[in-house]
Every structure is written in structure tokens, then in C-alpha cells.
């Protein structure tokens, strides 16, 4: 019987970037499509500023594509270019980018219109009515979150319910097997406030499949520019010992390690079935081979159980540092 799990939605980060030529064309990004289209997912993630290297060519492409028509819902977030997130949710940025989201997609209406992330510059106030206003115009289903610190983003819901601003209903952030942080303060905040948790990175850009602590990482992500954010947050023993301890107990079983991984977040982790995980792939053998391991549902216990110690080690030495800081993402 197939099981329940959280929404999964596939991220177009890399749809247009210099560093995976592949998906730099239209027939391939179209075969991506199909696949997810055969698999049953509707739900695409992308933003105004993906591919970190060519801002705008991942709109581009799903527009091209014509990805609204072929019955995907299109969820983007508002632009921010180069290293520095300063005025990116000001009332003019915001409509600007929704303006030419809109076009570049083809589309009247977006799912979720999320904030990339936060705007240390624009007060508080101004970016929930920017948000708010693009909502209001009918410009997006619902507003999303992304990437806030927790004290921001109480900041930012308690300005929503004073002036009567739409409040946001999803907040997007990392979580895996390793980045456990959200589950401390910021889901249970969501529960409290009926916002949903997509979680971004399930494979930890790479990292849990293994590769960096295998030594097998040359000419992937993690070794280019585009990740090397990812191996800068994953490339720490403590990590490595952990995915070493997961290879130990799931290769006796034949479970691979992104398997593992996934399957956990389906179904073992604090994600219920409103929630989403955001499937990041840069071949189209590596989409079909993730949906189909979703598909076969939980794990055995005693690999839920190793996870679970893992979370625990991890925990006891104070989490990862997974925070998205502007300044240290990719250079345009
Ligand atoms: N809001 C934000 O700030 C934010 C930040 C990050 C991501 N996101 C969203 O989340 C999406 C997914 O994030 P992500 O790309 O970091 O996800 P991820 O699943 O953690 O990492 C994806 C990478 O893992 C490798 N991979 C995936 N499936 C594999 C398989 N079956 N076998 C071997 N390797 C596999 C590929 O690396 P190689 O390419 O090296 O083969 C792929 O590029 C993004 O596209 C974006 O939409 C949002």
C-alpha cells in the first residue's frame, strides 16, 4: 500500500547554470519535466535568482518550456542578485521581481511567493506590506519564508496580524538527516502559526550520498564553485563520521545512502503530510532513481535507530552551521 508522505516538489536551482551544461537545453530541462510528470509532481521550486551563476535563466527555461501549461505550479521567490540581500524586499524590488517572474513564466499566478531571505535593510513593516500587496493583487496562492532567522521571522508574523497583512504559511529552510536545527525552535513555532516546513537540501547538496567522504566528489557540485557553500557546511569530521556510520548499517541491507536519506525525511522525520521536501537532481536518472526510492516507503527500524543516534551526535556537538549567509553564497 502506497504510504503518505510530505508534498515533494523538485528545485530548479541548476536549470540554466554554467556549471551543469546539460540543463543549459531545452529538450533535456523538457525530459526533467516528463519525469516529473510520469512521477506524479506538480510542484516546482525556483527563484528569481537561480542559477546562482546566471540569475533568471531557471525562469527562463521553465517558461520556455512552457512548464505552467504542461499543469506545473510554478513556486519562485523574490530576487536576490550578487552577494548582498540589502533592499531586496523593499515594496519597488518586490514588485519588480514579481512583475517579471510573472512574464518570464508565463503565468497570471504563482503557488508560493517566498522571500529568498532576509532583507537587513528594508524595515520590517515595508516588506510585510510588499509581500502582502503582490498577495492582495492575486499574484501568488500563498507567501512563503525563506531562510529567516527565527527572531525575524516572529517579527515578521506579529507585523502581519497587527496590520491584517496575509500571513505567511510556509517557511522554506535545510533540514536532513544532519541539519536537524529546525526541529529545536523554528517547526514547532510553524505548527503554532499553521505554517508548513518545505525542506530544502535533502541530500545536503550532495554530501549524503556519500561522495565527499568516499572521496569520489571530483567533477560534482560539491568540488565547483556552484556547492562549494555545501562543502564548507558538510566538509567537518563529525559529519563524515556520521555518514560513514550510516554506510556501515544500510549497505548490508543494499539501501544507498541518498535512499536512506530520503526515506528517512518521508517518513521518520518531524514532516507531516502538508510539508515538502525539495528534490534538488542534476540528472534526469538521478530524479527518476529519488522518486522511485520515495516510493518505497519507511526504512527498516534498526536504520531509523542509527539515524536517530546520529541526530543525536550531531546535536550534542552544538548542530552544523547551515545559515544562509548572502555574502558567502556563489559570486554571480
Ligand atoms: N531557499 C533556499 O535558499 C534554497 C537553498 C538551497 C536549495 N533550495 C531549493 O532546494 C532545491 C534542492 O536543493 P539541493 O539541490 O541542494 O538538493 P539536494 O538533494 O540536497 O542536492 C542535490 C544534489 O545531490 C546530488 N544527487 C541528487 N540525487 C542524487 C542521486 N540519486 N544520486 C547521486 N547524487 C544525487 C546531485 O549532485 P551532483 O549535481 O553533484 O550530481 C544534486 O545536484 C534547489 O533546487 C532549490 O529549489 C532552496
Not at 166 to 192: A, T
Request: aromatic share 8%; charged share 25%.
Amino acid at each position: 500500500m502506497a504510504q503518505n508522505h510530505p508534498v515533494i516538489y523538485y528545485g530548479t536551482s541548476t536549470f540554466g547554470s554554467s556549471h551543469v551544461p546539460a540543463l543549459q537545453d531545452k529538450t533535456n530541462v523538457s525530459k526533467f519535466l516528463e519525469v516529473l510528470q510520469e512521477g506524479g509532481i506538480s510542484q516546482i521550486d525556483t527563484a528569481a535568482r537561480y542559477p546562482p551563476d546566471n540569475h533568471g535563466a531557471s525562469e527562463r527555461m521553465l517558461g520556455q518550456v512552457k512548464a505552467s501549461s504542461k499543469g506545473f505550479t510554478i513556486n519562485t521567490k523574490v530576487l536576490f542578485a550578487g552577494q548582498s540581500s540589502a533592499g531586496t524586499l523593499s515594496k519597488e524590488a518586490v514588485r519588480k521581481s514579481v512583475e517579471n517572474s510573472l512574464k518570464t513564466l508565463g503565468v497570471d499566478k504563482l503557488g508560493i511567493l517566498y522571500a529568498h531571505t532576509a532583507d537587513p535593510v528594508t524595515p520590517l513593516e515595508e516588506q510585510a506590506a510588499a509581500l502582502n500587496e503582490q498577495y492582495q493583487k492575486g499574484f501568488c496562492e500563498k507567501i512563503g519564508i525563506s531562510n529567516f532567522p527565527l527572531d525575524t521571522l516572529k517579527s515578521f508574523v506579529e507585523i502581519c496580524e497587527k496590520e491584517g497583512y496575509v500571513k505567511p504559511s510556509v517557511y522554506q529552510g535545510q533540514y536532513n538527516l544532519i541539519c536537524r536545527g529546525p526541529e529545536m525552535d523554528l517547526i514547532p513555532f510553524l505548527r503554532k502559526h499553521n505554517m508548513t516546513f518545505n525542506a530544502y537540501s535533502p541530500l545536503g547538496g550532495g554530501f549524503l550520498t556519500g561522495k565527499l567522504t568516499l572521496g569520489t566528489a571530483e567533477g560534482t557540485r560539491l568540488r565547483s564553485a556552484y556547492g562549494a557553500h555545501f562543502a564548507r557546511w558538510y566538509d567537518k569530521p563529525e559529519f563524515h563520521d556520521a555518514v560513514r556510520k550510516l554506510l556501515e548499517a544500510i549497505e548490508p541491507l543494499g539501501i544507498k545512502p541518498s535512499e536512506a536519506a530520503l526515506r528517512w525525511l518521508a517518513y521518520h522525520s518531524v514532516l507531516g503530510e502538508d510539508d515538502g521536501i525539495i528534490l534538488g537532481a542534476t540528472k534526469v536518472e538521478q530524479l527518476r532513481q529519488n522518486i522511485e526510492d520515495i516510493g518505497k516507503g519507511p526504512l527498516p527500524r534498526e536504520i531509523v535507530q542509527v539515524i536517530d543516534k546520529i541526530g543525536e551526535t550531531i546535536d550534542a556537538l552544538g548542530g552544523g552551521d547551515f545559515e544562509v549567509r548572502p555574502t558567502e553564497l556563489p559570486p554571480r
